[in-house]
T-cell receptor
Framework: GAVVSQHPSWVICKSGTSVKIECRSLDFQATTMFWYRQFPKQSLMLMAT?????????EQGVEKDKFLINHASLTLSTLTVTSAHPEDSSFYICSARGLASVTGELFFGEGSRLTVL | LAKTTQPISMDSYEGQEVNITCSHN???????ITWYQQFPSQGPRFIIQ???TKVTNEVASLFIPADRKSSTLSLPRVSLSDTAVYYC????????????FGTGTRLQVFP
Protein backbone atom coordinates (compact mmCIF):
# COMPACT_ATOMS: atom_id res chain seq x y z
CA GLY A 1 0.00 0.00 0.00
CA ALA A 2 0.87 3.65 -0.15
CA VAL A 3 3.41 4.99 2.30
CA VAL A 4 3.40 8.15 4.34
CA SER A 5 6.56 8.98 6.20
CA GLN A 6 7.03 11.38 9.09
CA HIS A 7 10.26 12.85 10.31
CA PRO A 8 11.50 13.02 12.96
CA SER A 9 9.86 10.10 14.75
CA TRP A 10 10.72 11.67 18.05
CA VAL A 11 12.18 14.98 19.14
CA ILE A 12 13.08 16.61 22.44
CA CYS A 13 13.44 20.35 22.60
CA LYS A 14 13.75 23.15 25.09
CA SER A 15 10.84 25.37 25.94
CA GLY A 16 10.67 28.39 23.65
CA THR A 17 12.24 26.76 20.62
CA SER A 18 10.51 25.81 17.39
CA VAL A 19 10.22 22.32 15.99
CA LYS A 20 9.40 21.26 12.43
CA ILE A 21 7.79 17.94 11.60
CA GLU A 22 7.72 16.72 8.02
CA CYS A 23 5.11 14.51 6.43
CA ARG A 24 5.89 12.98 3.05
CA SER A 25 3.83 10.81 0.74
CA LEU A 26 6.46 8.53 -0.78
CA ASP A 27 4.66 6.91 -3.69
CA PHE A 28 1.59 9.00 -4.43
CA GLN A 29 0.54 12.60 -4.73
CA ALA A 30 -1.28 13.85 -1.69
CA THR A 31 -3.77 16.59 -2.48
CA THR A 32 -4.96 16.78 1.10
CA MET A 33 -3.14 16.21 4.35
CA PHE A 34 -4.58 16.09 7.84
CA TRP A 35 -2.62 16.86 11.00
CA TYR A 36 -3.60 15.30 14.32
CA ARG A 37 -2.44 15.51 17.88
CA GLN A 38 -2.87 12.65 20.29
CA PHE A 39 -2.38 12.71 24.06
CA PRO A 40 -1.84 9.51 26.05
CA LYS A 41 -4.87 7.22 26.23
CA GLN A 42 -6.89 9.60 24.08
CA SER A 43 -8.17 9.59 20.52
CA LEU A 44 -6.69 11.53 17.66
CA MET A 45 -7.67 15.20 17.65
CA LEU A 46 -7.81 16.90 14.28
CA MET A 47 -5.71 20.06 14.27
CA ALA A 48 -5.91 21.19 10.69
CA THR A 49 -6.52 20.18 7.10
CA UNK A 50 -4.21 21.35 4.36
CA UNK A 51 -4.68 21.25 0.61
CA UNK A 52 -1.68 21.61 -1.66
CA UNK A 53 -1.01 25.22 -2.52
CA UNK A 54 -3.68 26.58 -0.18
CA UNK A 55 -3.72 27.83 3.36
CA UNK A 56 -4.53 25.26 5.98
CA UNK A 57 -7.93 25.15 7.64
CA UNK A 58 -7.56 24.97 11.39
CA GLU A 59 -9.97 23.42 13.85
CA GLN A 60 -11.49 25.58 16.53
CA GLY A 61 -9.11 26.10 19.40
CA VAL A 62 -5.96 25.41 17.40
CA GLU A 63 -3.75 28.48 17.10
CA LYS A 64 -2.65 28.91 13.51
CA ASP A 65 0.25 31.19 14.50
CA LYS A 66 1.57 28.57 16.86
CA PHE A 67 1.10 25.53 14.65
CA LEU A 68 2.31 26.58 11.22
CA ILE A 69 1.33 24.23 8.42
CA ASN A 70 2.83 24.38 4.97
CA HIS A 71 1.70 22.15 2.11
CA ALA A 72 3.88 23.45 -0.67
CA SER A 73 4.00 20.34 -2.84
CA LEU A 74 1.94 17.25 -3.54
CA THR A 75 4.34 15.10 -1.55
CA LEU A 76 5.29 17.22 1.43
CA SER A 77 3.52 18.97 4.27
CA THR A 78 5.21 20.41 7.33
CA LEU A 79 3.98 21.27 10.79
CA THR A 80 6.05 23.75 12.76
CA VAL A 81 5.37 24.11 16.46
CA THR A 82 6.58 27.61 17.27
CA SER A 83 7.76 28.67 20.72
CA ALA A 84 7.04 25.22 22.08
CA HIS A 85 5.98 24.78 25.68
CA PRO A 86 5.70 21.63 27.80
CA GLU A 87 1.94 21.47 27.20
CA ASP A 88 2.69 21.03 23.48
CA SER A 89 4.31 17.70 24.26
CA SER A 90 2.25 15.16 22.36
CA PHE A 91 2.17 12.61 19.56
CA TYR A 92 1.64 14.31 16.21
CA ILE A 93 0.31 12.28 13.30
CA CYS A 94 -0.26 13.23 9.69
CA SER A 95 -2.54 11.59 7.17
CA ALA A 96 -2.60 11.95 3.41
CA ARG A 97 -5.29 11.53 0.79
CA GLY A 98 -4.27 10.78 -2.76
CA LEU A 99 -5.06 12.57 -5.96
CA ALA A 100 -7.13 9.70 -7.28
CA SER A 101 -8.28 7.95 -4.16
CA VAL A 102 -11.04 5.63 -5.25
CA THR A 103 -11.97 3.90 -2.04
CA GLY A 104 -11.13 6.84 0.16
CA GLU A 105 -8.45 5.02 2.04
CA LEU A 106 -6.33 7.40 4.02
CA PHE A 107 -2.71 6.71 4.74
CA PHE A 108 -1.18 7.69 8.04
CA GLY A 109 2.36 8.48 8.99
CA GLU A 110 4.14 6.71 11.81
CA GLY A 111 3.72 9.69 14.09
CA SER A 112 6.18 12.08 15.71
CA ARG A 113 6.54 12.28 19.46
CA LEU A 114 7.41 15.73 20.70
CA THR A 115 8.70 16.28 24.22
CA VAL A 116 9.23 19.86 25.34
CA LEU A 117 11.37 20.31 28.41
CA LEU B 1 -18.44 12.84 9.19
CA ALA B 2 -21.34 11.16 10.96
CA LYS B 3 -20.91 10.85 14.71
CA THR B 4 -20.06 7.35 15.83
CA THR B 5 -20.46 5.47 19.09
CA GLN B 6 -18.31 2.51 20.06
CA PRO B 7 -17.67 0.63 23.29
CA ILE B 8 -14.73 2.17 25.11
CA SER B 9 -13.02 -1.14 25.74
CA MET B 10 -13.32 -4.88 25.21
CA ASP B 11 -11.43 -7.88 26.53
CA SER B 12 -10.90 -11.19 24.78
CA TYR B 13 -8.71 -14.27 24.83
CA GLU B 14 -6.49 -15.62 22.15
CA GLY B 15 -8.28 -17.70 19.55
CA GLN B 16 -11.68 -16.13 20.11
CA GLU B 17 -13.68 -14.16 17.60
CA VAL B 18 -14.13 -10.50 18.51
CA ASN B 19 -16.98 -8.37 17.26
CA ILE B 20 -16.85 -4.61 17.73
CA THR B 21 -20.01 -2.70 16.94
CA CYS B 22 -20.20 0.92 15.89
CA SER B 23 -23.41 2.97 15.89
CA HIS B 24 -23.84 5.71 13.31
CA ASN B 25 -27.48 6.72 13.24
CA UNK B 26 -26.91 9.81 11.10
CA UNK B 27 -25.05 8.10 8.28
CA UNK B 28 -25.61 9.79 4.94
CA UNK B 29 -26.27 8.19 1.57
CA UNK B 30 -22.76 8.82 0.27
CA UNK B 31 -20.98 7.77 3.45
CA UNK B 32 -18.70 4.78 3.68
CA ILE B 33 -17.74 2.95 6.87
CA THR B 34 -14.04 2.58 7.47
CA TRP B 35 -12.19 0.91 10.33
CA TYR B 36 -8.67 1.67 11.47
CA GLN B 37 -6.38 -0.05 13.93
CA GLN B 38 -3.84 1.80 16.06
CA PHE B 39 -1.01 0.37 18.11
CA PRO B 40 0.65 2.49 20.82
CA SER B 41 2.96 5.16 19.43
CA GLN B 42 2.04 4.39 15.83
CA GLY B 43 -0.23 5.97 13.26
CA PRO B 44 -3.58 4.31 12.50
CA ARG B 45 -3.62 1.52 9.95
CA PHE B 46 -6.47 0.84 7.52
CA ILE B 47 -8.30 -2.42 8.21
CA ILE B 48 -11.43 -2.53 6.10
CA GLN B 49 -14.04 -0.38 4.41
CA UNK B 50 -17.59 -1.04 3.31
CA UNK B 51 -20.80 0.55 2.14
CA UNK B 52 -23.42 -2.13 2.71
CA THR B 53 -23.92 -5.85 3.44
CA LYS B 54 -20.69 -7.71 4.11
CA VAL B 55 -17.07 -7.12 3.21
CA THR B 56 -14.26 -9.54 3.98
CA ASN B 57 -10.52 -9.32 3.56
CA GLU B 58 -7.56 -11.27 4.89
CA VAL B 59 -7.70 -9.45 8.20
CA ALA B 60 -11.34 -8.91 9.11
CA SER B 61 -14.97 -8.87 8.09
CA LEU B 62 -17.33 -5.95 8.17
CA PHE B 63 -21.05 -6.51 8.57
CA ILE B 64 -23.44 -3.70 7.69
CA PRO B 65 -27.22 -4.13 8.09
CA ALA B 66 -29.67 -2.84 5.53
CA ASP B 67 -30.41 0.40 7.39
CA ARG B 68 -26.65 1.10 7.69
CA LYS B 69 -27.12 2.71 11.10
CA SER B 70 -24.54 0.43 12.62
CA SER B 71 -21.70 -1.80 11.59
CA THR B 72 -19.74 -4.63 13.16
CA LEU B 73 -16.06 -5.30 12.72
CA SER B 74 -15.32 -8.99 13.17
CA LEU B 75 -11.82 -10.21 13.95
CA PRO B 76 -11.57 -14.01 13.67
CA ARG B 77 -9.35 -15.89 16.12
CA VAL B 78 -7.60 -12.95 17.69
CA SER B 79 -4.03 -13.14 18.90
CA LEU B 80 -2.07 -11.08 21.39
CA SER B 81 -0.86 -8.89 18.53
CA ASP B 82 -4.43 -7.74 17.89
CA THR B 83 -4.35 -5.77 21.14
CA ALA B 84 -4.90 -2.23 19.89
CA VAL B 85 -7.42 0.57 19.59
CA TYR B 86 -9.97 0.21 16.81
CA TYR B 87 -11.64 3.27 15.29
CA CYS B 88 -14.80 3.37 13.22
CA UNK B 89 -15.07 6.31 10.83
CA UNK B 90 -18.15 7.11 8.82
CA UNK B 91 -18.21 9.50 5.92
CA UNK B 92 -17.12 10.09 2.37
CA UNK B 93 -13.40 10.08 3.02
CA UNK B 94 -12.71 10.88 -0.63
CA UNK B 95 -14.33 14.29 -0.23
CA UNK B 96 -14.40 15.35 3.38
CA UNK B 97 -12.05 17.99 4.72
CA UNK B 98 -12.87 17.00 8.28
CA UNK B 99 -11.80 13.57 9.32
CA UNK B 100 -12.84 13.29 12.94
CA PHE B 101 -11.98 10.28 15.05
CA GLY B 102 -14.30 9.05 17.77
CA THR B 103 -13.17 7.54 21.03
CA GLY B 104 -12.31 4.17 19.52
CA THR B 105 -12.48 0.75 21.20
CA ARG B 106 -9.50 -0.44 23.15
CA LEU B 107 -9.24 -4.20 22.63
CA GLN B 108 -7.14 -6.18 25.08
CA VAL B 109 -6.36 -9.77 24.15
CA PHE B 110 -5.22 -12.08 26.94
CA PRO B 111 -3.30 -15.35 26.58
Amino acid sequence: GAVVSQHPSWVICKSGTSVKIECRSLDFQATTMFWYRQFPKQSLMLMATSNEGSKATYEQGVEKDKFLINHASLTLSTLTVTSAHPEDSSFYICSARGLASVTGELFFGEGSRLTVL
Amino acid sequence: LAKTTQPISMDSYEGQEVNITCSHNNIATNDYITWYQQFPSQGPRFIIQGYKTKVTNEVASLFIPADRKSSTLSLPRVSLSDTAVYYCLVGDIRETDKLIFGTGTRLQVFP
